[in-house]
């Protein structure tokens, strides 16, 4: 059975930094896709970021690009999305999720951790 769990969450002030962890088991976390995804409530969710299976790759919505960086630790079994320069529009909750590299969507998903950004 599959289980991610985020955390690191919290409320910071803008212009501050967090770090998100995303521990996982199950399978072999190596062999996946990890991303992180974020929603506010009465809002669509977005995509943050990906990272491929060796963490060569990675993907940034314009957002957050040059202020947010995904990164893996395949010994760790984990993910993580360190966040700075963090703004008030970046208060959601953030999800990690996890898909096969022959799927077209994540299949996984963690149970999410707030994120909250006091001006």
């Known amino acids: 059975q599959v289980q991610l769990v985020e955390s690191g969450g919290g409320l910071v002030q803008a212009g501050g930094s967090l770090r998100l962890s995303c521990a996982a088991s199950?399978?072999?976390?190596?062999?996946?896709?990890m991303g992180w995804f974020r929603q506010v409530p009465g809002k669509d969710g977005e995509i943050v970021a990906t990272i491929n299976r060796s963490g060569v790759l990675t993907y940034y919505a314009g957002s957050v690009k040059g202020r947010f960086t995904i990164s893996r630790d395949n010994a760790k079994n984990t993910v993580y999305l360190q966040m700075n320069s963090l703004n008030v529009e970046d208060t959601a909750v953030y999800y990690c999720?996890?898909?096969?590299?022959?799927?077209?969507?994540?299949?996984?998903w963690g149970q999410g951790t707030q994120v909250t950004v006091s001006s």
């Open positions: 999720a996890q898909r096969g590299i022959f799927e077209t969507k994540f299949d996984s």
């Open positions: 199950g399978r072999t976390f190596s062999t996946y896709i």
